[in-house]
C-alpha cells in the first residue's frame, strides 16, 4: 500500500485522539491536519520503523504538547462552548457513568495523566506502543494510568447508588 | 476457595480492564477478583469510565473526511514548502499574480499551491544554468534526435522542442532535472534552453502530469524572472525568462500553442 493510502487509514483514529485530547472537533482537525502534513514532510527522510500508525501518534502527542506549553505561556483558554459532545451521544443509562461528569473530570486529570489514559482507553493500544507513542518508560505508562483512574475516581465518585443517572 | 495465583499485580488489573490480557491470564485474574470484592468492584468502575470515554469519543470511523485532512491533497498542497528553499516557495506561493497581467488563457485562479513547488524549481534552475557558457545544457541542440528521445523517455511524455524562429529564438539545448523533490508523481523534469540574438535566454521547464491530470495556468514572477505556468492531461510546463513583458507573453503563448497541439486531439 502507498504511503500515503496507509496514512489514510489511520486518519478517523487520529481525529478520534485528537479530539478527545482537544475537546474541541475543529482544533482537533486543526492538530491532525498538522499532524499529516508534518509526516508526508518528513516521510523522505526519515523511515518510520515500527508501525505507521504509532509514529502518526508520536508526531501528533507532540504537536499537541508544544501547542499546550505555547498556549500557557500566552494565557490562552479553549473555549469550552465548542465541547466535542456530540448529540448523537446516548443519554447515560443505569450503571453507567454521567458523560458529562466524565467530560469535566477528564479536564481536571494533568495532561501527561490525560494522554496516557485516552490513548490506551480509545486506541487500544498496548502499553509497550503505549510507551513508544508518549516516549516514556512502560512503568510511567502504568504509574499514569493507575493515577488517572483513581483521579477519576475521587471525581465522579465510585458508580455506587448516588452516581447512578436515569436516562433523561 | 481457588488457591490465588502467584502474583497478580496492580497492572494485571489494568491490562484486565483495557483487555490486554491473554485469555488464560484474564480467566486467572476473574477467579482472583472473586474473592476479592473490594478489588472487583474498583476495576468494575474503571471499567465504567472505559465506557463513559468511548461513549464521549466515539469512533470517527464512519465520518466523512473533511479535504484537509487527506493526505492525497496535503501532498499537492505541501509541495511548495518542502523544497529546502523556503523563501523561493514563498516567494513563489505569494507572488502568484494571477490573471490580469497574462492574458493568455489563464482560467483557474485558486490553485497555486499544488504548482508552486514545480515553478520554484523551474525558476531555481534557470537561474542556476542560464548563466552558463560551456556547461549551459548537457545535450546540445545540435544532437537534437538525441536530446528529442532521451528526455521523451524519462519524462515519459513526447517531448518536442517547440520552434521559437519567428520570436528570434533558437534551441541551445537541454539537460535532465529532477522534479520537485517532494513531489513524486511528477517524476524528472525536462529543461529545454532558448537564446536569441541579444544572448536573452528562455527556459521550458518540463514534467509529466501531475496525479490529478488538471489544466491549471499560472503566472509567477520573482526578482527579474518571470514564469508562466500551466498543466494538462500530459505535462505540467514553466517557461521561466526575463523578457519584456509583451515578448514573454509572445514566447510562452508560442511555447503553449505548440505543445498542446495534438494531431487529431487523440494523443494519450
Known sequence: MDFLDEIETCVPALRRYARALTRNVD???DLVQDC????????????PTGPLQAWLFRILVNLWRNSLRSERRRGEHVAYDALVIEPSIPAPQHGRLALGEMNRALDKLPDDQRETLLLVVLEGVSYEEAAAILGIPIGTVMSR??????????????GDEPRLRTVK | MTPLPASITEDDLHAHVDGLLPPARAAEVETWLATHPD???????????NEALNALFPPANDEPVPDRLKPRQLAL??????????????AAVVILAIGTGAGWALREFDRPSESAGLIASAVTAHALYVNENRHAVEVAAADRDH?????????????????????????????LLPGDYDAEASG?????????????RVTVYITAALPDAKAAYEFASRDNLDAFYWSNDLITCTVVGNLPEDEMKAVAKKIYTQLTWRPD???T
Open chain 2, 77 to 90: 498542497r505541501s509541495r511548495g514548502v518542502t523544497l529546502g528553499w523556503p523563501q523561493l516557495a514563498a
Open chain 1, 145 to 158: 494510568l493507575s493515577r488517572a483512574r483513581a483521579t477519576l475516581r475521587a471525581l465522579t465518585g465510585t
Open chain 2, 39 to 49: 478489588k472487583a468492584a474498583e476495576i468494575a468502575l474503571w471499567q465504567r469510565q
Open chain 2, 265 to 267: 486531439a487523440a494523443r
Open chain 2, 147 to 175: 536530446l528529442v528521445s532521451w528526455l521523451s523517455n524519462r519524462v515519459a511524455r513526447p517531448i518536442t522542442p517547440p520552434d521559437l524562429a519567428p520570436e528570434g529564438f533558437e534551441l541551445v539545448g537541454g539537460r
Open chain 1, 27 to 29: 482544533r482537533a482537525d
Open chain 1, 36 to 47: 499529516l502534513e508534518r509526516a508526508i514532510r518528513k516521510r523522505g527522510l526519515f523511515r
Open chain 2, 188 to 200: 524528472p523534469a525536462a529543461q529545454l534552453m532558448y537564446q536569441n540574438a541579444a544572448n536573452d
